[in-house]
């Protein structure tokens, strides 16, 4: 018998402009310590299969139809306390954040008992017999040093990696026969990220769990999945095993998906955007056909007007496609035009032996004591080149990024355009930098003021120039075709945007002075794979029509591979390697460079 | 329903509007509408009940005090000295507390210590206590009591608004502006005052309640206008002899200011829930 039994699972969500269906037609198994790999962008419907068999819906969301049988119990006709019973023990769960996840007044230690406590009770144990013994134990399971002081902690004393690491410890402890793990390590670096996934398929070994692996990040699911299943729209466009589906996908959206990423070790290709996005719960209802004809690079008429059945198209290997097996006709771009030519010679910036200190405690009549971010950094960056400086957080790139445009002073050190001086902060100087040096901030939310129009955010350099409304709009209106956007969007409030459009206004604002250096922090972190490669386009199109230099602060490597000329690695404020990225991947240097890159989870498929 | 703004959507803001439109055409219209002199005295008809009680006379609706005043007149009257300070003192006390939250929440540093520590000082004093010194100081006067309140209350605004002003400074927006070429000034006003502005309204809105009940206190100890003036403390006042023989007259006032500061408060909580990101934020979601 299965462990998990999903049959044709549909939720609904009822709100005043009506009904919508969020999932529609889930239908899988899962079998005793297997890995289901759930993949999709966001918005698909990942996360609400987690709460449905957890019955933690949001307001308004219900199931309307099909069963969901675990071990034998009807999920969705079970009452309420035999299903707490359930959760917390044969059903454990690891959050996305896990600095949320633990209570921050309750120490490690206390949170562990309770959770000892309630495993207990489930047992029919009312008392736990010396807990701080087993507590230890449980944190020596997750390989954490010094566990008996650990006990004694607050969570906001530990890394993300280590408190992540706790709750992994606490959801084995009582040995459950499923674990949903959402985005586990999505909010961590990637050198911790391996480390999780490691301890994760250790313990799920060690205690013969079943896990739903929730993820956006196919190279992931790969390297975890016995099967998996990719969402799209809230419908199971593909199921089977991870092999069968990552190598032979049976799908256009798993193939496009696969292409979307660029490759981190291997060969140099384009990659695959997808056009538009995932339409939206409302646009679902008047929906004739396959819900991703819209966007499919095999569609044809049929797709249109016909609703795609599941196909068999290998042992146990599902797709709900017209045309499965036409899927590996779809073929990446090649690789972008900059590999194929030598970038410019002529310096245009540079940066020497730049630091930030920071006074962690003022003393009297002696030194302070400080804390550096960054120490002596140099870089140079010739015109139309892109640079990428990768490192883990707390690495000092931000901070970098913050020298490099003016938002703080260095401690020490000297920067230079184009041969003059531009280290001084005083007004001339500071006008200078801001003509040709422009910052991409990194969290689009943070970036774009909610109560500004688009266009009133994009032609924001004008407004200390002088410039009338008719020249403003002008300009917003060029701005926003240049960015791939249709000008109407100048109308409209940021929070009216999706993350991808938020990102490329927030590139265009960069861009109204015609800046020929752009410093950008982060700004495809936390988007889709489908978004993050139209935005990585977007700025090789920039360079080539622009001659732009960009430098491109990144945790994911293969994004700084696919983009960048050469690559900076930081590692605690200091610059341990920099070099060709063709060099630096192929061959790295520095220990740290070389850790990074092992961390890296693999490739997702052929491409 | 869709053309009307979010915050008049809320029953709680329209309850509070309603009120104080009638209270403020009351103040307006007093003039007008007050059926006597709200001091002229008939010593013939003092201590009446009101109309509806026995031995009310229609020709004084709410009865008259112990100095044959009438009581709907002087309420109505009274209306003018409450609304003016309210408006006048909340105002002017947003001006000063704001002003200084925003140079302190946006600059930091020293100025956000210094202007820390003046509030730190201010709110030891009892704002009652302090002003009535302030009143001694200052001479009885409708703008004296405006000044008073303004020195009193301006630290509940800065306060507030100072740890809104530290968080809207953080956000990437504001760091864009900079780099954008925005003045300091420039930042403030077009960057960070909209995302406070919500705040302040609504800060203000109560601060007008509190107002009230302030002048009504320093009315009541003869702090506040001339007595010849009506105001509603100093009919409190003058009510507490005849308390036992008629209760009317204490608390016909007492109610008038209590209606008021009711209507500013559920205006003031209406406004919050409607312009408040953070709740509407979590109850749309």
């Not at chain 1, 499965?324 to 020497?352: K, N």
């Not at chain 2, 009310?56 to 109505?76: K, N, Q, W, Y």
């Not at chain 2, 210094?114 to 010194?133: A, K």
Request: glycine share 8%; with cysteine; aromatic share 6%.
């Amino acid at each position: 018998m299965s462990l998990l039994d999903v049959d044709r699972l549909t939720v609904s969500v009822g709100n005043s402009k009506g009904t919508f269906t969020v999932l529609s037609e889930l239908t899988f198994r899962l079998e005793p310590g297997q890995v289901l790999g759930l993949v999709g962008e966001s918005g698909a419907g990942k996360s609400m299969i987690g709460r449905t068999i957890a019955q933690l819906l949001p307001k308004g969301f219900h199931v309307s139809n099909g069963t969901l049988v675990f071990d034998g119990h009807d999920m969705l006709g079970i009452d309420e306390r035999q299903r707490r019973a359930l959760l917390g023990r044969d059903i454990a769960f690891i959050p996305q954040e896990p600095l949320a996840a633990l209570n921050p007044v309750l120490t490690i230690g206390q949170q562990i008992r309770e959770h000892l406590a309630h495993v207990a009770r489930g047992e029919g144990r009312t008392r736990v017999a010396d807990w701080r013994a087993t507590a230890i134990e449980v944190l020596q399971s997750a390989h954490l040093n010094d566990p008996a002081g650990l006990l004694n902690k607050y969570p906001h004393q530990l890394s993300g990696g280590m408190c992540q690491r706790i709750l992994i410890a606490m959801a084995f402890l009582s040995r459950p026969k499923l674990l949903i793990a959402d985005e586990p390590t999505t909010a961590l670096d990637v050198s911790v990220q391996a480390r999780i996934i490691d301890l994760i398929n250790e313990m799920r070994r060690a205690n013969g769990t079943a896990v739903i692996f929730i993820t956006h990040d196919l190279r992931l699911a790969r390297q975890i999945c016995d099967e998996v299943l990719v969402l799209y729209a809230g419908k199971q466009v593909e199921f089977g095993p991870g092999p069968a589906v990552f190598d032979a996908p049976a799908h256009p959206y798993t193939r496009a998906l696969q292409l979307a990423i660029p490759p981190t070790m291997a060969e140099h290709r384009g990659l695959f955007t997808l056009p538009d996005r995932m339409p939206g719960l409302m646009a679902l209802n008047d929906m004739q056909g396959c819900r991703f004809a819209a966007r499919c690079p095999l569609a044809m008429d049929a797709c249109l007007s016909t609703v795609p059945a599941d196909v068999t198209v290998g042992q146990g290997h599902r797709s709900a496609c017209l045309r499965p097996m036409d899927t590996g006709t779809i073929q990446p771009p090649p690789p972008p035009e900059h590999r194929q030519r030598q970038a410019g010679t002529t310096p245009l910036f540079t940066a020497r032996d730049l630091s930030r200190h920071y006074v962690t405690r003022a003393r009297l009549l002696r030194k302070p004591d400080t804390f550096a971010a960054v120490r002596s950094a140099s870089l140079d960056l010739a015109e139309g080149e892109f640079l990428g400086i990768v490192g883990e957080s707390g690495s000092g790139k931000s901070t970098l990024a913050r020298l490099l445009v003016g938002l703080e002073g260095a401690s020490s050190g000297q920067m230079t355009y184009q041969g003059r001086d531009i280290s001084g902060m005083d007004p001339e100087t500071a006008a200078f930098r801001r003509r040709n040096i422009q910052m991409v901030f990194q969290d689009p939310q943070s970036a774009l003021n909610p109560r500004r129009r688009v266009g009133a955010i994009v032609t924001q350099a004008m407004e200390v120039m002088a410039s009338t409304a008719a020249d403003r709009a002008d300009r917003a209106a060029e701005l926003l075709s240049e960015i791939g956007l249709s000008p109407e969007m100048a109308a409209r409030y940021p929070s009216q945007m999706s993350g991808g459009q938020k990102q490329r206004v927030n590139i265009a604002r960069a861009l109204c002075n015609v800046p020929r250096l752009l410093i950008a922090d982060e700004i495809v972190s936390g988007l889709d794979v489908s978004v993050q490669a139209q935005l990585l386009e977007l700025l090789l199109r920039l360079r080539q029509e622009r001659a732009l230099s960009i430098i491109i602060i990144s945790h994911d490597l293969s994004v700084v591979r696919y983009l960048c000329d050469r690559v900076m690695v930081m590692y605690r404020g200091e610059v341990v390697e920099s070099g060709a990225v063709d060099t630096v991947f192929a061959n790295p240097q520095a220990d740290y460079t070389r850790k990074l890159l092992a961390a890296m989870p693999g490739e997702t498929g052929q491409g | 329903m869709a053309a009307l703004p979010l915050w008049l959507r809320n029953t709680r803001s329209v309850i509070g509007l309603t009120i104080l439109v009638l209270v403020c055409a009351a103040a307006l219209l007093a003039p007008v509408i007050a059926p006597h002199d709200p001091n002229e005295q008939d010593l013939l008809n003092t201590l009446l009940p009101p109309v509806w009680a026995d031995g009310g006379d229609p020709a004084f609706v709410f009865g008259t005090d112990s100095l044959g005043r009438d009581i709907l007149s002087r309420l109505l009257h009274g209306a003018r000295v409450a609304m003016t300070v309210a408006i006048s003192a909340s105002f002017g006390a947003m001006l000063l507390g704001g002003f200084l939250a925003h140079v302190a929440g946006y600059f930091g540093g020293w100025a956000d210590w210094l202007i820390g520590r003046i509030i730190d000082v201010w709110l030891s004093f009892p704002p009652v206590v302090l002003s009535l010194i302030l009143m001694v100081g200052l001479g009885s006067g409708l703008w004296n009591v405006i000044l008073a309140i303004i020195l009193v209350d301006w630290t509940r605004f800065c306060r507030v608004l100072r740890a809104e002003v530290l968080v809207v400074r953080r956000r990437d927006y504001v760091a864009a502006a900079r780099l954008l070429g925005f003045s300091h000034l420039r930042t403030i006003v077009r960057e960070i005052l909209p995302a406070t502005l919500p705040l302040l309204i609504t800060l203000m809105a109560l601060e007008m309640g509190i107002a009230v009940v302030v002048e009504a206190i320093l009315s009541f100890a003869g702090m506040s206008v001339g007595n010849e003036v009506p105001a509603w403390g100093q009919m409190i006042a003058d009510a507490r002899q005849d308390i036992y023989t008629s209760p009317s007259t204490l608390i016909l006032p007492a109610f008038a200011v209590f209606i008021t500061v009711f209507g500013f408060n559920i205006l003031g909580d209406g406004l919050r829930r409607s312009l408040d990101t953070r709740l509407t934020q979590t109850e749309r979601a």
